[in-house]
């Protein structure tokens, strides 16, 4: 398709002054700066007006609107050339993606005549954030209440025949029915206290959205490594102990158990990334690669929220950025985004530690943004700070297979779409496994 297409510009201000009353979703999408042609952002200037002044839309009351001769004159062309509206749709369709296409060129031209000493890692931020504002040039519509009533009930329809899901499923049975799944275009915040288990959770998760979706899963890790990430999920899904494995003390039936772990989280579509800084931009960049790549993208996890970089030198607002560029990076890629948060200090010095939003560490916009928040709380982390306990027991602590199962509570205390409450899992801190209760 040319960058340049003054023939579609013609036809769709011909299709305009024919019957503008026929196409008002034109307006919604088209703007004076899509017209290559200065006399043709002029004459669409003219229609725009008299149209949003409820005033006869033709080449006569254009013109007579027109101050330039040279847009009249190409008024009157246009007119005796007796475009139809019948295809309008379409010619906005393609001034649009023309405009697009000169804005593309426009923005890589510019990046090549930079010069200077500025980190390269800062352009490409700034290539990625321009390249996207391109996109979403002609993304946003309007829409009618009637067609997105329709809309909504063919997907309700679809869901009651088990056509479509309502969200990925997280594997964990009773959460899943409290919050529906992982929406795509929602941001979900995991938090807790250091020690809870929130990092083995949010990647329990992870692993079971590529393995029951079978679609790719990023998780961003600026705390560990890969390598230990996927110890730990051989750890729990083999139920042998981590610190065996890390150690290669084990014995030929957990070296079985291990390699049939080991060969069935390899055939899993998870993508990590280790980088000890990353920024929201290096990730929209990185997600966008993958899903194109893909062809689809199953979940975006991050652990965790207050290690990533941000532009504000003041905290507070740095954080709070973040927090709305993530839920931005889940609408526009579509795809579920699972940011695991730390918790405030003030939680321990509490009667009842069970966290609350006010908790969330610091930003209230954490709150604000997310669709969902979640807290982990393990009542025996608490026990076993305050008094000494048995290895194999404790305080809602039971003992499988020679290794300690705990009681967790997953506290929801917001959710969007749904009820909040609380949701029981196992912990095995061993193999660092969650499971349904």
């Not at 005033?55 to 475009?83: F, G, R, W």
């Not at 829409?143 to 899901?165: F, H, P, W, Y």
């Not at 807290?375 to 290794?403: C, K, L, M």
Request: hydrophobic letters at 40%; proline letters at 2%; a negative charge.
């Amino acid at each position: 398709m040319s960058m340049i297409n003054h023939d579609a510009e013609r036809a769709l201000l011909g299709g305009l002054m024919a019957d503008a009353a026929a196409h008002p979703e034109v307006f919604d999408t088209i703007g004076s700066e899509h017209f290559h042609k200065p006399s043709h952002s002029r004459i669409y200037d003219a229609i725009r007006k008299l149209y949003d002044a409820h005033e006869p839309v033709d080449s006569i009351t254009v013109s007579n609107t027109l101050s330039s001769e040279q847009a009249k004159h190409v008024t009157h062309d246009i007119d005796a050339a007796c475009y139809s509206s019948v295809n309008l749709d379409h010619y906005a369709q393609i001034v649009a993606e023309a405009s697009q296409r000169r804005q593309l060129v426009d923005t890589c031209r510019q990046f090549t005549e930079l010069e200077g000493d500025r980190p390269v890692d800062d352009l490409i931020d700034e290539a990625v954030g321009q390249l996207t504002q391109i996109a979403d040039t002609t993304k946003a519509k309007l829409q009618g209440c009637n067609e997105l009533v329709k809309s909504v009930l063919g997907d309700i329809e679809k869901r009651a025949q088990g056509q479509i899901s309502v969200g990925h499923k997280t594997g964990f049975i009773d959460l899943d029915r409290m919050i529906g799944g992982l929406a795509d275009g929602a941001l979900y915040i995991l938090g807790g206290r250091p020690s809870m288990g929130k990092s083995a959770l949010g990647l329990s998760i992870g692993l079971n959205v590529s393995r029951i979706s079978q679609l790719p899963v990023m998780v961003f890790s600026l705390e560990m490594t890969s390598e230990s990430l996927v110890e730990r999920l051989i750890a729990a899904e083999a139920r042998v102990e981590l610190s065996q494995i890390r150690t290669g003390q084990l014995s030929s039936e957990q070296w079985s158990r291990m390699a049939a772990a080991a060969s069935s989280v390899a055939e899993l579509p998870l993508s990590f990334d280790d980088a000890s800084a990353v920024s929201t931009a290096e990730i929209r960049r990185k997600a966008r690669r993958l899903k194109h790549e893909q062809g689809g993208l199953g979940l975006i996890v991050i652990d965790y929220l207050q290690l990533m970089t941000g532009k504000s030198k003041e905290r507070e607002r740095e954080i709070a950025e973040i927090s709305r560029e993530l839920k931005r990076i889940a609408k526009d890629l579509e795809c579920p985004v699972l940011c695991l948060a730390q918790l405030n200090r003030g939680v321990e010095s509490r009667d009842d530690k069970r966290p609350r939003l006010s908790d969330l560490r610091e930003s209230g916009a954490i709150e604000q943004d997310a669709d969902v928040c979640a807290f982990v709380y393990r009542d025996s982390y608490y026990n076993e700070q305050a008094e000494p306990i048995n290895t194999w027991g404790g305080f809602n602590s039971a003992v499988t297979g020679g290794v300690q199962k705990e009681d967790v509570e997953l506290l929801i205390r917001k959710n969007r779409a749904g009820r909040t409450g609380t949701v029981n899992l196992n912990w095995l801190g061993a193999y660092t496994r969650f499971e349904n209760v």
